[in-house]
Structure formats: structure tokens, C-alpha cells
């Protein structure tokens, strides 16, 4: 470290601070992009299971209850082995990994707000099932989800850098951060 570079340089001179501020757009992009796909992912299986017939939300929730039996991390490490190292295919398997956060979440939301005196009412009125879902449950269930998606964006930021220090993620010379911690552990006893 030094005045004219505050975080020092890495062994090829690179400005390490510009590479950590270059850098949080491809961690914070598959953070976003995870996010995204888990939630709306989630949120599809979660509605229908929350609004479907007793056998349907059965099957639907011993999927998701199967998925969410691994360890996020690590069913996301088997689905980049299989796709191979990647933007695209981290953004995939850590959004398939997230993805039964939101589900359970949003069938939970989805039954409470279908057992509700106000779609009982919307029942009594005539209205169309898709009608009682799209004004009804819908906007009442989906309160909780920009929460828990605000605290998955953290986890699915952290779980690309994990990825990407063991070389799942982007390969160098993109400056993620993961990859970032993984080229210069080496030289962590030398030039910290």
C-alpha cells in the first residue's frame, strides 16, 4: 500500500482498489441475477402450490422440501460441476439454490391470504379464480418477499465468491471478488 495506491498492487501491478471497485459489478450482477431468478422462480412454485388442490401442493412441496435438503452452497457446487465455470452458469445454480427460500415463503403467504375473510368475500361476489389471485392473494402475499430477498442478495453475493475462489465463477483475468482472494492467497505471507 502506498499514496498513489491505497490497497497496493497485485503481482501482475495492477491497482488493486480499482480492481475491487471494477470488480463488485460482476459480484453484485450475479448477486442481482440469483436473486432474481430464485425469487421468481420461487415465487411461480409457491403460488401455484399455495392455490392448488391437496395432492398438487403435496407433490410440489416434497420437491421443493428435497431441494431444500442440500445445502445452498453445495447443490450449487454440484450444478456448476456439471455446467462448468461460468457467469451464466453461477447465476443458475445459485438462483436453483435459493429457489425453495421463496417457495416455502410464498405458499405460506399465499394460504394464509387465501383462507382471509376478503377472498371469501371476493368468492361470494363471483369473481374468477385468476381475478381473486391477481387482486387479492397475489399483492397480499408478496409483503414479506422484498425482506427476504434484500437478505438472499447478501447470501447469493457471498455464496458467488465462494464459487468463484475455488474456480467455479468467472475466470480470471474478471475481477470477482472470490477470484480476486484466490489469486493473491499466495502471496498472503509476503505482501498482505
Not at 43 to 62: H, N
Not at 76 to 103: E, H, K, Q, S, W
Not at 111 to 132: C, D, H, K, N, W
Request: proline share 6%; aromatic share 6%; hydrophobic share 50%.
Amino acid at each position: 500500500p502506498s499514496a498513489v495506491h491505497i490497497f497496493g498492487t497485485d503481482a501482475l501491478g495492477r491497482d488493486v482498489l480499482a480492481r475491487v471497485i471494477y470488480g463488485a459489478r460482476y459480484s453484485l450482477a450475479i448477486g442481482v441475477g440469483a436473486t432474481v431468478l430464485a425469487l421468481t422462480i420461487g415465487t411461480v412454485i409457491g403460488l401455484i402450490s399455495g392455490i392448488s388442490p391437496k395432492w398438487l401442493d403435496a407433490v410440489l412441496t416434497r420437491v421443493t422440501d428435497v431441494i431444500a435438503s442440500f445445502p445452498e452452497i453445495l447443490l450449487a457446487l454440484v450444478l456448476v460441476a456439471f455446467t462448468g465455470p461460468g457467469i451464466g452458469n453461477l447465476i443458475v445454480a445459485l438462483g436453483v439454490a435459493g429457489t425453495p427460500r421463496y417457495a416455502r415463503l410464498l405458499r405460506s403467504e399465499v394460504r394464509i391470504a387465501r383462507g382471509s375473510s376478503y377472498v371469501e368475500q371476493a368468492r361470494t361476489f363471483g369473481l374468477s379464480m385468476p381475478r381473486i389471485v391477481s387482486r387479492h392473494i397475489l399483492p397480499n402475499a408478496l409483503g414479506v418477499i422484498p425482506v427476504v430477498a434484500t437478505i438472499g442478495l447478501g447470501g447469493a453475493i457471498i455464496g458467488a465468491a465462494s464459487l468463484s475462489f475455488i474456480g467455479m465463477g468467472p475466470q480470471p483475468p474478471i475481477p470477482e471478488w472470490g477470484s480476486m482472494l484466490a489469486e493473491s492467497r499466495q502471496y498472503l505471507r509476503v505482501a498482505w
